[in-house]
Nanobody
Framework: QVQLVESGGGLVQAGGSLRLSCVASGRTFSGAAMGWFRQAPGKEREFVAAISWSGAGTYYTDSVKGRFTISRDNTKNTGYLQMNSLKPEDTAVYYC???????????????WGQGTQVTVSS
């Protein structure tokens, strides 16, 4: 069983930046793809970004391309989501997840974090 703990959320003004972290403990981090998702009030959880185990493959939903960057440090069992040029519509609870590969982490993740709140004021 792997545990995921997100941090780095908070309140920021539009145009600002935040860096989310996701620390994994336990087994199964090794070899797993990592993804970030978000859920805004009253909306369904949506995919934001994914990164392969090696870091060579990264994928983003269209609304965050050019503003968000996903990365990982496997020596620290940690993944990151750098969020720049934040907009009020980015306000949501952000979750990290692990999956077998970048397709599976998007469709059927096997592990989830508890989430961290990101609020962007206008």
């Amino acid at each position: 069983q792997v545990q995921l703990v997100e941090s780095g959320g908070g309140l920021v003004q539009a145009g600002g930046s935040l860096r989310l972290s996701c620390v994994a403990s336990g087994r199964t981090f090794s070899g797993a793809a990592m993804g970030w998702f978000r859920q805004a009030p009253g909306k369904e959880r949506e995919f934001v970004a994914a990164i392969s185990w090696s870091g060579a493959g990264t994928y983003y939903t269209d609304s965050v391309k050019g503003r968000f960057t996903i990365s990982r440090d496997n020596t620290k069992n940690t993944g990151y989501l750098q969020m720049n040029s934040l907009k009020p519509e980015d306000t949501a609870v952000y979750y990290c997840a692990l999956g077998g590969n970048t397709v599976l982490v998007k469709t059927t993740p096997h592990s989830w974090g508890q989430g961290t709140q990101v609020t962007v004021s206008s």
